[in-house]
């Protein structure tokens, strides 16, 4: 008996410890996860609340990360169709082991097993060739409506420049809605007479002749690559910088003074990347009260020869619920290359797993829904008619939309507006798809 006894109490510990040696651990099995996955806004300074980088700092959130991920809230990642190759999304197994180490007790394992640590260069997520920062703070007030604000940075680019990669980092990431960067080549009527560094009121800005966008900041964008097979954004010798900020009063005074960081290509590149400044664009929308699910399309016509597709970020505001993004081209055939969820919180950007061509003449069509009923917890106020307008109580249907082309090629003629977008507004909803297929 004592023999038998001894025996099973060794199979017990025996297999107490093949279950303890499947346990993942922190530094084995999640910190890699952590550090490939979390880290760029889970750290000190940057969007998330919470630190990631320790065993510390992440032990306490453990039964959170594991609901989160469960759930699908983090990551955020909102495609439903296309292919990506910057997808957030983590396999099972990865979800797997997370859960693992949360029911299990979330231990911290041993030493030796934790990878170095990740290194950050004064918080940015690029190593930056050169930053380029607003010349003072700008004032925010504690309360009402701030309209966007324009600053003209002198830079004065000393030659053509080519540019790989971009950071927009918000001074003050409290009152920064979101923001833009854009170049001003020499001879640009728009914002030709402002001082450098005091602050213009205007619309969201962008759509202006011989301008570019060369950096942007929303919640989760993080930076902006523009080397796809080789390409890069030209900034024209002499020009300056203009950003471009939406600003919320949080009820307290505020500052802030923003900056973008910026990594120079090694040579002139063959092909150009280039941002459509939020089109396609529906300037015209109708959302009637109470509608639940009305929809707005918009549309841009490819007008050079030799671009190709490589990044889509859909831009609605609080009323917004999905963005579809569907291309005709020239022969007929159409196709739906994204199609996903809007989360405003989230404004994610989404990188073509590789670039798709888009002949001169194909139809860009940008098909939305929103709503503006009291089920929508982030209506404003679903007894008003919405138009198009900056702020959140307004409504956008738009997209940046990036493409790689030519160098030589002329970035005025990429883009012309098309079928719905040049429709009048109308007293319903729309433009709507059924309308503009009823023409």
């Given at each position: 008996m004592n023999t038998l006894r001894a025996s099973l109490a060794g199979f017990v510990l025996g297999m107490t410890a093949v279950a303890a040696s499947n346990t993942p651990t922190f530094n084995k099995d999640v910190l890699p996860i952590l550090q490939k996955n979390c880290q760029g806004c889970h750290r000190p300074g940057e969007l998330a609340p919470m630190s990631f980088l320790t065993y510390s700092d992440t032990r306490p959130w453990a039964k959170a990360m594991k609901q989160a991920v469960l759930t699908r809230k983090m990551p955020p990642w909102f495609a439903e169709k296309g292919h990506f190759a910057n997808d957030r999304t983590l396999s099972q197994d990865v979800v797997n082991t997370l859960v693992s180490w949360a029911d299990n007790g979330a231990p911290e394992g041993d030493a030796k097993d934790k990878p170095a640590p990740l290194t950050f260069r004064d918080g940015w997520n690029i190593q930056p060739d050169m930053i380029v920062e607003m010349p003072k703070e700008f004032h925010v007030a504690a309360k009402g409506t701030i309209n966007y604000q324009n600053f003209r940075v002198k830079v004065n680019f000393p030659e053509d420049t080519w540019v790989v990669a971009a950071e927009m980092r918000p001074g003050n990431p409290k009152v920064v809605h979101h923001g833009r960067v854009i170049v001003l080549p020499p001879g640009t009527a728009w914002m030709a007479n402002a001082i450098p560094g005091e602050a213009y009121e205007e619309g969201s800005g962008g759509a202006k002749e011989g301008t570019d966008l060369l950096g942007k900041y929303n919640p989760g964008l993080g930076a902006q690559s523009f080397d796809v097979d080789g390409s890069a954004k030209l900034v024209p010798k002499g020009s300056d910088l203009v950003f471009n900020l939406h600003y919320t009063a949080v009820g307290t005074p505020e500052t802030d003074r923003s900056r973008v960081g910026l990594v120079f290509a090694k040579h002139p590149?063959?092909?150009r990347y280039w941002m459509s400044p939020g089109t396609p664009s529906a300037f015209?929308?109708?959302?009637?009260?109470?509608?639940?699910?009305?929809e707005i399309v918009s549309e841009v016509t490819v007008g050079v020869s030799g671009a190709e597709l490589t990044y889509i970020q859909p831009h609605l505001h609080l009323r917004g619920k999905?963005?579809?993004?569907?291309?005709?081209?020239?022969t007929g055939e159409s196709e739906t290359v994204f199609k996903g969820i809007w989360n405003f919180d989230w404004q994610v950007g989404y990188q073509l797993a590789k670039p798709l061509p888009v002949p001169k003449g194909t139809k860009i069509l940008a098909i939305a829904h929103f709503d503006n009923s009291v089920n929508n917890k982030f209506n404003p106020d679903p007894k008003q008619t919405v138009w198009w307008g900056d702020q959140n109580w307004d409504e956008m249907q738009s997209g940046f939309i990036g493409l790689v082309f030519d160098a030589k090629t002329d970035a005025s003629k990429v883009f012309i507006p098309s079928g719905p977008s040049l429709l009048p507004r109308g007293t319903t909803v729309g433009p709507t798809l059924a309308a503009v297929q009823a023409k």
């Open positions: 590149p063959q092909k015209n929308l109708v959302i009637p009260p109470g509608d639940s699910n009305a999905d963005y579809e993004l569907r291309l005709t081209y020239p």
